[in-house]
């Protein structure tokens, strides 16, 4: 089993920042793809940014631009640096990890979710 504990979402008025961590642990040989997820009321979960065991990366047209991810392997751990935050960017984010397990399963897991809040 996988644990994500994520966390740096609150409150922010819109043009300010916020960054969010994932860090992953449990019995993992190896993480692939790492990314965060967002889902607004009322919507669809959707895809925000990933970034694979290689660090490309892909983001969603709407934050490409204005938010950053990042990994640092050796702390099993995902970041998304969100700048110039608008109201509508305003969701549940959720941390994706893609991880092959010690028994050689590869498994989706994801985090609890943090809330982000951006006042107009």
């Known amino acids: 089993q996988v644990q994500l504990v994520e966390s740096g979402g609150g409150l922010v008025q819109a043009g300010g920042s916020l960054r969010l961590s994932c860090a992953a642990s449990?019995?993992?040989?190896?993480?692939?793809?790492m990314g965060w997820y967002r889902q607004a009321p009322g919507k669809q979960r959707e895809l925000v940014a990933v970034?694979?065991?290689?660090?490309?990366?892909n983001y969603a047209g709407s934050v490409k631009g204005r938010f950053t991810i990042s990994r640092d392997n050796a702390k099993n751990t995902v970041y998304l640096q969100m700048n110039s935050l608008k109201p509508e960017d305003t969701a549940v984010y959720y941390c994706?990890?893609?991880?092959?397990?010690?028994?050689?399963?590869?498994?989706?897991?994801w985090g609890q979710g943090t809330q982000v809040t951006v006042s107009s």
């Open positions: 449990g019995s993992i040989f190896s993480i692939n793809a």
């Open positions: 994706y990890v893609n991880a092959k397990m010690l028994s050689q399963m590869t498994t989706d897991y």
């Open positions: 970034i694979s065991s290689g660090s490309s990366t």
